[in-house]
């Protein structure tokens, strides 16, 4: 079963997954809080898996850009504030 499945909210940043760890749900004011001097914290909805072992995804970025993503540095985030 993959890490993410497609319409999960996600934010990402090169530190973001390896801090919280794997089956993290966080809201996403403690990601901001937690990541106050990163700036590369982006937040997007998983649009599907793009390999067969299920470790990447592709992601669609707030501003409308996709990109495929490591499941490594990904982290799901709460609906709720």
């Known amino acids: 079963m993959p890490k993410f499945k497609q319409g999960d909210h996600v934010a990402w940043g090169h530190k973001v997954g390896a801090l919280h760890g794997e089956g993290s749900v966080l809201k ?16 997007g909805v998983v649009e599907g898996v793009a390999n067969t072992e299920e470790t990447w995804f592709v ?7 996709s990109r495929t993503l490591t499941g490594e540095e990904l982290v799901l985030v709460s609906n709720e504030e």
């Open 28 to 43: 996403k004011s403690a990601v901001e809080a937690t990541h106050a001097q990163e700036e590369s914290i982006s937040y």
């Open 59 to 65: 992601v669609a970025l707030e501003g409308g850009e």
